[in-house]
């Protein structure tokens, strides 16, 4: 999860210190890690705000996410408080990538 979380920090700091968001545009990657985060802290994201930081236009979002989820990496469910809202998560195909993926990185020393 540190490792999540440093990562995804990281590219902010880089977008930052550029100036100019999306950059350093990596968005199936920033989607993602983005899931994978909210997953392990146990929280819903929305469609509609999936990877808002990511400095990217939301239809370039959009296709991102269609593609992840006819590669079987996340999928879409109804919030059922509210029909107007759909939630984003990572399948357990997503989950395993996310998770091996994360532990070929071992430990990256990160401020």
Request: glycine letters at 8%.
């Amino acid at each position: 999860m540190r490792l999540a979380v440093s990562l995804y920090s990281l590219r902010r700091k880089r977008d930052a210190v550029a100036g100019t968001k999306g950059l350093f545009g990596e968005p199936g990657w920033d989607i993602l890690l983005d899931l994978y985060i909210a997953e392990r802290r146990r929280i819903e994201i929305q469609v509609s705000s999936v990877c808002l930081d990511a400095g990217v236009p939301s239809t370039t979002i959009l296709r991102w996410i269609a593609r992840l989820e006819a590669d079987g990496l996340i999928y879409r469910v109804n919030d059922l408080a509210d029909a107007r809202r759909r939630f984003v998560r990572l399948t357990e195909q997503g989950q395993k990538i996310m998770h091996a993926v994360l532990c070929s990185m071992g430990n990256i020393a990160v401020d």
